[in-house]
């Protein structure tokens, strides 16, 4: 999977964006964007990538993803058939955490909407939302300028209330920051996330970082506390979980596919980064 950086901001048409849309199938694309992101699936089943979290998703699926997190939605095989008796339907809401200015966050108003903001850097799935916040999700495209302001304010308040959700992607997981100060980070990961099945030395993520060896592994671990070597194994095991998902290969076949080039390499990694075995991690889901 290569990572892509996609470009929402539209501040001509307002301070964020409501889209309402039908697909044969959801955008086939691990990305991230500098906004966070509301998305409401109306119709469709598949699998959810957020960070390293990696979960199986259907209708009712309410998820907040924080600025830079890669994430995407991965619709299972019949909804690419032609014709497809399937379609992914969804409201998605797109605004920067400062879509109000600066110092609007910063008011002692917003303590929990500004805190809701900040665990959406890891995604937030929302347990058993009240119809009261899905049908103000389901009405707020209808709604102009700044009645839509309102109301939205409104339901982050009530996000921000919800009591029952769960953060997805783990504590070490990382966002993507191509404005930042780690820019010279983001060939990395692009280079990885196209790569990462083959073998990626050292020395060639280095020469992409414009660094020597020993300067970008003290540099990578000090961003990412880990080292390069753990990062690439960890985008490997989630492909893999991908893959055991579908099932549709056996667990020796998902190990070479992955990127690793033994088997008790990738059993020892996968208990290492999932706390189970490949086996086990099959029994466990639904």
Known sequence: ????????????????SVSHHTYAHFLEVWHYH???ELVFVLKSTGTRFIGDSIEKFEAGDLVLIGENLPHMWLNEGSYFSNPSPNNAEAIAIHFEKNFLGHEFLARPEMQKITRLLENSKK??????????????????????????????LELLQKLS?????????????????????????????????QNFKSNISLQDVAQIATMNPSAFSRYFKQVHRKTFTQYVN????????????????????????????????????????????????????P
């Open 123 to 152: 995604g937030i799935r929302f347990l058993n939302p009240s119809p009261d916040i899905l049908n103000d999700i389901m009405a707020l495209p209808e709604h102009k300028s700044f009645e839509k302001m309102i109301r939205f």
């Open 1 to 16: 999977m290569k990572l892509h950086h996609i470009e929402r901001s539209d501040s001509k048409n307002g301070s964020f």
């Open 34 to 36: 500098k906004e966070i």
């Open 161 to 193: 209330c919800h009591k029952d959700f769960c953060l997805l992607s783990g504590p070490d997981s990382d966002t993507i920051a191509p404005n930042g100060k780690h820019k010279r980070l983001t060939k990395v990961y692009e280079y990885t996330f």
């Open 234 to 285: 960890e985008i490997r095991i989630g492909y893999a979980c991908k893959l055991i998902l579908e099932d549709k290969q056996n667990i020796a076949s998902i190990c070479y596919e992955s990127g690793f080039n033994n088997l008790s390499n990738f059993y020892r990694q996968f208990k290492l980064i999932k706390g189970t075995s490949p086996k086990t991690y099959v029994k466990k889901l």
